[in-house]
């Protein structure tokens, strides 16, 4: 249990559901309503145009994390719950919630829920979900369609120059799911959360699992960031503590000097 920092949310719960490919649809809820599988299950059928509700990801690819605070002692009590499929997404998940080193537990599912084999006689009726789109999409509770407003910020530091009205995509390259990973993922989701007005997909690549994604990408450093669109193709190397860095790499390519070559 830790105490409160004055920057912190207050209590919320919130819900992720994967995809076998990897995106990542999730929602936080500070009123703590709804489940919210449903809404997550409608947004994945309209991003990836599916045939029906992919009810079946439900509970083999989600993760919940319910907060409370103590009322009296300020203290944060975080329940982490996942799909045991789903043990190496930790670090995204703490990133997307900012729930720094925080350990979740796997909860015991029923064999056939998480059985492989089972999973994949989906796979012809939703071959999307077996394909990684670059997917890292927050839902809004309160937005009455799947219009995607651009991200909310309370800082909102700095504005960003108009970029493509589609938004942004942007590639991690990590080593590795260690604590300096997560840290990464952690202040580069703040980041892009506190500076972008237009939604995003930020996809992380592990260099050590996929170093042929790495040398497709010319990244020889970890950890770097890429941005894949708007195009031109531009990078960022190092751990983001530059907010006017990361600006660079955001700006409008539209708005170059004539003649600059692309980063």
Known sequence: M????????LAFKGIALFTPGGDVVYCIDPKKQNRWHVQLCG???YLLNLPELPHFLVPSYAATLDRTIDPHSQHIQDIAELSPLLSSAQPIL???FQTHGLVWQEIPLAPQLIDPVVLTTYRSQFPQLWENHDLVVRYQPTAPTFDFPPFDSPLNPVSVPTANPQGYVFRLFVAGSTTATERTLQKLHQLLEDLLTQPYTLRVIDVTQHPDLAEQDHVTATPTLVRVHPLPLR???????SVEQLLGILSNFEHRPEGEPDR
Not at 235 to 241: A, K, P, Q, S, T
Request: aromatic share 4%; net charge neutral; no cysteine.
């Open 235 to 241: 990078r960022l190397v190092g751990n983001f503590d």
């Open 43 to 45: 947004l994945l059928q």
């Open 94 to 96: 703490n990133a997307i």
């Open 2 to 9: 830790n105490r409160l920092p004055e920057s912190s949310p």
